[in-house]
C-alpha cells in the first residue's frame, strides 16, 4: 500500500530534498523549498498498478515523412520565428518579464485567427474575463470571435475544451496560475506546473489543437518552474526587451519543426504591437552624427541580417578595481577582449572604467561582435570617431588573429542596402562581391588598431614591448 510522505522541493530547480533547509543543494538558490506531499512504497507509481504493456509496431527510418501541417497566423514575425505557423498539435512555451507584451501579443494573434474562421479559446488565469475585454477593447480587436474563459482548475478547462467543437488554438494565461486536483499542493508549485502542463499538452496532442502557454520568468530572465517543462513541450519562445525602448524581440530558444536562430521583431504602440519588416533601419533609427565608441554591427539573426549599433565608453578610473559594465552582451566575452587588446595590441585598460551598451536594448549573442565591440573601445579611449558608415563583423580569437564569420555576403547586401559605404571583416571570409561597399579586411586585431590610431598617437596609449 502507498505511503504518504512529506518532501521538499525546490522552485527554482526542481530537485528533491528530504528535509527542509534555507539553501538548495543542487542549484544553490536561497528560501526555495517548497513542502509537498508524494506517495511512496508498493503501487506508488503514475498507473498505481503494474500491467502489462502491448506490443507496438516497429517502423522504418526510411519511410515516408509528410511535412507537418501547419496554421498560418498572419502575423509575418510569428510565422518566421515559429518556421511557418502553428503546428496541429503542438504546445509552445512563451516567457517573457512582466508586462512586456506578451498577453498583448497573443490577443492580437487570438483576433486575426479568429477572424479568419479558426476556433480560438482563451484562458485566462490572471485576469478576469472583463479585464481581458478591456484591453481587447485598447487593442480595437474586441469584435473578433475569440471565446474567453477565466478559469485555473485544469480538469474544468479541459472538461469545457472537450465540450464544444475542438479549437484551433488554445491560449493558457498563464501556466503558473493553472492547478490539478491529482496534486495536493498550492498552484505554482514545481509538483503543480509540471502535472498541468503535461494535461494541458496531452489536450493538445489528442485534439489536434494548437496550446500557447505562458510563463513567468526569474529573475535571471529564466522562465520560472521546473526546466522538464521545457523538454516537454515543442518550442519554447522568449519575448525580450527594454521598458525604455519601445520594441520587444521574440526569439525562438526551442522549436521541434523549425529553426531556433530566428527572431521576430515588433514595436509598441498605443495600438499594441506593430510588426517590423526592417529591424535594421529601428535599431539604427535613433543615431546622431558620428562620436567616438560608436560602431555599427553587422550581425545575422538566422537568415536574417541585423544592423545594429555598439557603444562604449572608456574613462579613467577612480577606483581601485576599475569597473566592467555591460548591457546587451556577454561579460566575459568583453574580458577576453579586453585582454587581448591589451596583451597583443598594446591598449592598456587595465586603469580605465569601461561601459558597453548594445543600443536600443537589443541582446547579441553571436562571436562575430567582437571586431565592432573591440572598435568602439579603441575609439572611445582615443576620443575619435570612427569612419563613417562603416560596419564592423569578425570573431577574435585569443591570439590576436581575426577569424572570419558565416554569412558574410547577407550582412554586406544589408549594410549596402541601408546606405553604408564601408565594411571591416577578417580577411579569408567566404567570396564577396559587395560593389557598393569599400571592403576593408584585415587579419588581426591589431591592424585594426594600427588604422584607429593614425591621426591620434598621442591619445593611445602604447605598450613599450609591442611598440603598436
Known amino acids: 500500500m502507498a505511503k504518504t510522505?512529506?518532501?521538499?522541493?525546490?522552485?527554482?530547480?526542481?530537485?528533491?530534498?528530504?528535509?527542509?533547509?534555507?539553501?538548495?543543494?543542487?542549484?544553490?538558490?536561497?528560501?526555495?523549498?517548497?513542502?509537498?506531499?508524494?506517495?511512496?512504497?508498493?503501487?506508488?507509481?503514475?498507473?498505481?498498478?503494474?500491467?502489462?504493456?502491448?506490443?507496438?509496431?516497429?517502423?522504418?527510418?526510411?519511410?515516408?515523412?509528410?511535412?507537418?501541417?501547419?496554421?498560418?497566423?498572419?502575423?509575418?514575425?510569428?510565422?518566421?520565428?515559429?518556421?511557418?505557423?502553428?503546428?496541429?498539435?503542438?504546445?509552445?512555451?512563451l516567457g517573457g518579464d512582466p508586462g512586456i507584451g506578451k498577453s498583448t501579443l497573443l490577443i492580437q494573434v487570438s483576433a486575426v485567427l479568429a477572424k479568419r474562421g479558426h476556433g480560438v479559446v482563451y484562458v485566462s488565469g490572471e485576469e478576469a474575463v472583463a479585464q481581458v475585454r478591456l484591453r481587447a477593447q485598447r487593442l480595437g480587436v474586441a469584435g473578433s470571435p475569440v471565446q474567453l474563459i477565466a478559469e485555473t482548475n485544469v480538469e474544468n478547462i479541459v472538461s469545457t475544451l472537450e465540450a464544444g467543437t475542438a479549437p484551433k488554438l488554445v491560449v493558457v494565461d498563464s501556466i503558473q496560475t493553472l492547478w490539478t486536483d491529482t496534486i495536493d499542493s498550492a498552484p505554482g508549485t514545481v509538483s503543480q506546473v509540471r502535472s498541468s502542463a503535461q494535461a494541458m499538452i496531452r489536450y493538445a496532442k489528442q485534439s489536434g489543437a494548437t496550446v500557447i502557454l505562458v510563463g513567468h520568468v526569474t529573475k535571471d530572465g529564466q522562465i520560472a518552474g521546473p526546466r522538464v517543462v521545457e523538454h516537454m513541450v515543442d518550442a519554447v519562445l522568449y519575448f525580450e526587451g527594454e521598458g525604455g525602448h519601445h520594441f520587444r524581440i521574440l526569439r525562438t530558444v526551442k522549436n521541434r519543426f523549425g529553426p531556433t536562430d530566428e527572431i521576430g521583431v515588433f514595436e509598441m504602440s498605443d495600438a499594441g504591437l506593430r510588426e517590423v519588416a526592417n529591424p535594421s533601419e529601428l535599431f539604427l533609427g535613433e543615431r546622431q552624427g558620428p562620436a567616438p565608441g560608436a560602431a555599427v554591427f553587422a550581425g545575422m539573426e538566422g537568415k536574417r541580417p541585423v544592423l545594429v549599433e555598439i557603444e562604449a565608453l572608456v574613462a579613467q578610473s577612480t577606483l581601485g578595481t576599475p569597473r566592467r559594465a555591460v548591457v546587451g552582451w556577454d561579460s566575459s566575452r568583453l574580458a577576453m577582449v579586453l585582454a587581448v587588446l591589451e596583451a597583443h595590441c598594446g591598449v592598456v585598460l587595465g586603469g580605465h572604467d569601461v561601459y558597453l551598451n548594445v543600443a536600443g536594448g537589443y541582446r547579441i549573442s553571436e562571436p562575430a561582435a567582437d571586431l565592432a565591440v573591440a572598435a568602439a573601445l579603441v575609439s572611445s579611449l582615443i576620443n575619435k570617431p570612427l569612419p563613417e558608415n562603416s560596419v564592423y563583423f569578425g570573431e577574435v580569437s585569443l591570439s590576436g588573429h581575426l577569424r572570419p564569420v558565416s554569412q558574410a555576403t547577407g550582412r554586406l547586401k544589408e549594410a549596402g542596402k541601408l546606405g553604408f559605404e564601408q565594411a571591416t571583416f577578417a580577411k579569408g571570409s567566404e567570396s564577396v562581391n559587395e560593389p557598393t561597399l569599400r571592403l576593408n579586411t584585415i587579419t588581426t586585431l591589431a591592424d585594426l588598431v594600427v588604422e584607429l590610431a593614425a591621426g591620434a598617437p598621442e591619445s593611445l596609449q602604447r605598450d613599450d614591448d609591442t611598440g603598436t
Open 5 to 93: 510522505r512529506i518532501e521538499f522541493v525546490c522552485q527554482n530547480c526542481g530537485t528533491t530534498h528530504p528535509r527542509w533547509s534555507g539553501r538548495c543543494d543542487s542549484c544553490g538558490e536561497w528560501n526555495s523549498l517548497v513542502e509537498e506531499t508524494g506517495a511512496t512504497g508498493v503501487a506508488s507509481g503514475p498507473g498505481r498498478a503494474l500491467k502489462k504493456g502491448r506490443v507496438m509496431k516497429l517502423e522504418a527510418l526510411d519511410g515516408e515523412a509528410d511535412e507537418a501541417p501547419r496554421i498560418e497566423t498572419g502575423v509575418a514575425e510569428l510565422d518566421r520565428v515559429t518556421g511557418g505557423g502553428f503546428v496541429n498539435g503542438s504546445a509552445l512555451l
